[in-house]
């Protein structure tokens, strides 16, 4: 019997390595530019990469493929550049490898950021009106990384001037006693190695007895309301006045003209017709 063959062709798909990102040295100031690089080998085809931030995907990277030294499979890698802020502290960059190999399970690999910035300052009241004769305490609210020293107090340029009454506990000033010597410009100053930041409240200690009248009913308006009432009722009650001296006199319909000397409402009106009787006194109007 004369010989049968037949041919296969078989294509051997290259696993890619387990991916890698370099570039990164923690820790990053705030406003620099960060490059990082993810890497991988040995993928047949060439493998693709992808980045994520915050679980977002980055569009806008460069993407680079090599033959290996086997010339039967390829280094991809992939380059990510942008330029860091305080949001970006803590966040995972994140880059993942797809293949046809992996059975759509990709490898990834993870860094995440760590961004030193300058300190933020926020000065927070413990009251909207403080008064005379009350406490008031000054919250400085101070938020950086590496975390801030302790905060520095001043007031006006210058040291507390009442140690015994204005006492920093913290991030915190307590102020005993509020009086009028106590208004001006309180500043908190907050400082890490990256740099200083700060903020101002303007204190203004208000008198109890003012805040009490602001509080209470606007006489003025209230006046002013009443006169208008009266004003309108008085005007109402002319114009009435007018209306019924200019309408005076006796309303008769046919059937009581003549009535007095009628013994129904149809004698009545016969005689209203024929009887110029009182004609002059009883008028008739159509309403």
């Excluded at 490059?35 to 085809?45: A, D, F, I, V």
């Excluded at 995440?112 to 009106?129: G, M, Q, R």
């Amino acid at each position: 019997m004369p010989v049968k063959t037949s041919k296969a062709y078989l294509t051997v798909l290259g696993v890619p390595e387990k991916p890698q990102i370099s570039g990164f040295s923690s820790p990053v100031m705030e406003g620099d530019l960060m490059q990082l690089t993810c890497k991988t080998s040995g993928s047949k085809p060439a493998a693709d990469i992808r980045w994520f931030k915050n679980d977002k995907e980055i569009k806008d990277v460069k993407y680079l493929k090599e033959e290996d030294a086997n010339r039967k499979t390829f280094t991809v890698s992939s380059t990510l550049d942008f330029r860091v802020d305080r949001s970006d502290d803590g966040v995972a960059v994140i880059c993942r490898v797809d293949h046809e190999s992996l059975n759509a399970t990709p490898q990834v690999a993870m860094q995440v950021l760590e961004i030193h910035y300058t300190p933020s300052v926020k000065i927070i009241p413990s009251t909207p009106f403080p008064q005379e004769g009350q406490s008031l305490t000054l919250t400085c609210e101070s938020k950086g990384k590496p975390l801030p020293e302790p905060v520095l107090w001043t007031k006006d340029g210058g040291e507390l001037p009442d140690p015994d009454r204005m006492v920093v506990s913290g991030r915190e000033l307590n102020i005993l006693f509020l009086n009028k010597t106590d208004n001006g410009t309180y500043r908190c100053e907050a400082t890490n190695t990256i740099g200083q930041s700060s903020a101002e409240y303007v204190l203004i200690v208000h008198d109890p007895n003012s805040l009490a009248g602001q509080n209470g009913p606007d006489h003025a308006l209230i006046g002013g309301i009443v006169a208008v009432v009266v004003f309108v009722t008085l005007c109402s009650i002319f114009l009435l006045g007018r209306y019924l001296a200019r309408h005076k006199g006796t309303y008769l319909t046919n059937e009581a003209k003549g009535a007095e000397d009628a013994p129904d409402a149809d004698t009545a009106i016969i005689n209203a017709e024929g009887s110029q009787v009182n004609a002059e006194e009883k008028k008739e109007y159509f309403i």
